[in-house]
């Protein structure tokens, strides 16, 4: 008898294989490794039902069904898993397997990945739980040994199950509600979508838009002092201020009384500090910067690391949260190092060459932390080889940034001097900082980055060592200057910026409590401080914003983000509770209390239902705002008398158009032909049919009348119809000889 494995991922499947003694055999879909078997899913491999999957009148948008009454949510096979969890099911009824490890994600989502299989199958095998963040032979050996009951993670696993019904019953409640609400007012463009996570990221932007646009700017001056010390080191400083000086004439009087005068250096400050080398990429630092250095949209380098690790194995997981690695891999390095040095071997990209060429193994960086890392380590690359000609531009551009991140691991940090002083001059205080590198370190193999000054940081350089003067020590005020300056708003979006800031919405929580529900979030998660949404999720969150044209994003590498009207008018009916990021704090604190079992997943969903019906009540009574305001030049449509024309274009033929009623959805029929782009309301005079038409040699009932194409083509189609009741609809044009011949169209 044996044990059935069953992995969030084939990876992590071919790893634990590693681990397990016995010889091994590969079949479709699993591995055998002495008397286990190790299988594996693609991440979910099962969805949720969809509402029309519950009952059949779901399949029509109506209020009155809202909000949707699930019994028991049901899960059905994602279709291009099908066959894998077959294979999964199949295994679960092998009478030599006797027992089943879960080997999903240390968290609440990879929990519930694979408990949800369990359920699907209905499976009545013992079930234990294998956690693993370290896929090193080693690592694998040492949780084999630390294997627990699952009935252990049943609090996770109702804490997952909660966040993921319940993001179920507020998307598609909320959006079927202020859709079809909207459609009542006459709204014909497109889904209003609304969710947990979508919502408060379009509202940043909106947020962000309207701050921009209502700014106004305000004139203040920058005070900076040029001093002599009395041992002749000339520097320069900045008045200290609490707020900016926005008076000229209080600005000119600090000026006078500054000037000439002599001041005393009270404070000076020396350390010698390190950087150090940037931590390997996660997700969301790799779209970052690839929506910075590539131009590339986050769903874009999303599906190009999915490629780079499924199709050519070059990239460890690519969906990861974390930037530390597991201190197994550093034995691992000298190995993956030699095959980027093979695979990059002809590169002409001199800093990637410099780094493999320079890299020092027995330095080990402080990216080799395994308390550090959380369901998933750094994404690295894994040493596979592999033909880099048969890359893409972008897939060899991200495989560079990431073989660099690694490489990098492998040098010495950055060395400076840091200098601080304080100049006191009348009740005056000036201030001054200056880094002085002693050892480029890493830095040295790296192209200098961009210094992206910031307002509020009006820094002055120095050409003097300020760790030359003496604390204690005067100097000479020799000028002071006014710099007029103006306030600016914080600028635009890029998507650089929108992704960083996901990470950290919790400064923008009114609410204490709410600031602080979201820093407890992620308490313990490196490169997370209160955001909003996953790695994985967030990138799909922005590419639905955009294909729903909530929000624009600008064509050029700088990717500046707009919100559309439509995606500020949606922000301005939307309940309150999604536009902002209360939500996910409050469900935070309904989690912990499913996890610690003193709140039930029924009653945190009874409240969920009860919150969602209440907002339904509301959207009911709502006049959508712009949403709800109809043309002023709409024709009320002849046929109901209630909706009004709308001009849509053919789906089948672009360029045609046409005209049908805004209460198409309530079975108004209307249809008109568009005339120079106005509705043809008067029918069209019927065709004569002239004495001389000839019988449709094709249905032998029909006339032969004479047609002329857009494209001023002249041939002859049948009016007749067929004993089925279908119209002939042939067509026949004249051939050389003067005879009809028909005209067959390719329907491919």
Known sequence: MGRLFIAEKPELARAIAKGLNGNETKSNGFIKKGDDTITWAFGHILELYKPDDYAEKYKKWDLADLPFKIEKFKYKPIEKSKEQLNIILNLLKNKGINEVVHCGDADDEGQILVDEILQYANNKLPVKRLLINDLSEAGIKKELNNIRSNDDFYGLSQRGFARSLADWIVGLNLTRAYTVTARKKGYQDGVLNLGRVQTPILSLVVNRDQENENFKSLEYFAISGEFKSFDGIEFRANLKVDDKITDREIAQNIAKECEDKTARITTKKTENKKELPPLPYNLLKLQAECAKELGLKPDKVLSITQNLREKFHLITYNRSDCEYLPETMYDEAPSIMQSLKELFNNTKDLELNGILQNADLGIKSTAFNSANI???????????????????????????????????????????????????????????????????????????????????????????????????????????????????????????????????????????????????????????????????????????????????????????????????????????????????????????????????????????????????????????????????????????????????????????????????????????????????????????????????????????????????????????????????????????????????????
């Open 374 to 748: 959380s369901a998933h380590h750094g994404i690295v690359p894994t040493g596979a080889k592999a033909n880099l000609d048969e890359l893409s531009k972008d897939e060899l551009n991200i495989f560079t940034m990431i073989a660099k991140r690694f490489a990098l691991q492998f040098f010495k940090a950055r060395e400076y001097e840091a200098t601080s002083i304080v100049v006191e001059i009348c009740e005056y205080k000036f201030t001054a900082s200056q880094n002085i590198t002693t050892d480029l370190g890493f830095a040295f193999y790296l192209k200098p980055q961009k210094d992206e000054k910031n307002d509020k940081n009006d820094e002055v350089e120095n050409t003097s060592r300020l760790a030359d003067l003496l604390e204690g020590s005067t100097a000479d005020c020799i000028k002071i200057k006014l710099d007029a300056k103006k306030t600016k708003p914080k600028p635009f979006y890029t998507m650089a910026t929108l992704l960083t800031d996901l990470t950290g919405v919790a400064k923008y929580a009114k609410n204490p409590n709410i600031k602080k529900l979201l820093l407890e979030k992620d308490q313990g998660k490196k490169g997370e401080n209160g955001g909003i949404g996953t790695p994985a999720t967030r990138s799909n969150h922005i590419k639905s914003l955009i294909d729903n044209d909530f929000i624009s994003v600008s064509d050029d590498k700088k990717q500046v983000i707009h919100a559309t009207q439509k995606g500020k008018d949606l922000i301005a009916v939307a309940p309150e509770i999604l536009t902002s990021v209360d939500m996910t704090a409050l469900w935070f604190e309904k989690q912990k209390m499913i996890e610690s079992r003193d709140l039930s997943l029924d009653d945190f969903l009874a409240e969920i239902n009860k919150q969602i019906k209440d907002e339904i009540e509301k959207v009911k009574d709502s006049d959508m705002g712009n949403f709800g305001a109809r043309p002023q030049d709409a024709i009320t449509c002849p046929m109901c008398n209630k909706g009004y024309l709308i001009r849509r274009e053919s789906q089948n033929k672009k360029g045609v158009f046409w005209w049908g009623c805004s209460e198409w959805r309530n079975d108004c029929k209307a249809f008109f032909y568009d005339n120079n782009g106005k509705p043809q309301l008067e029918a069209k005079p019927k065709q004569e049919i002239p004495n001389d038409a000839q019988i449709c040699p094709k249905c032998k009932s029909g006339k032969l009348l004479p047609k002329t194409s857009q494209k001023g083509f002249n041939y002859f189609a049948c009016n007749g119809k067929l004993k089925n009741g279908n119209w002939c609809n042939a067509k026949f044009k004249t051939n050389d000889s003067g005879e009809l011949e028909e005209m067959i169209f390719d329907k491919k």
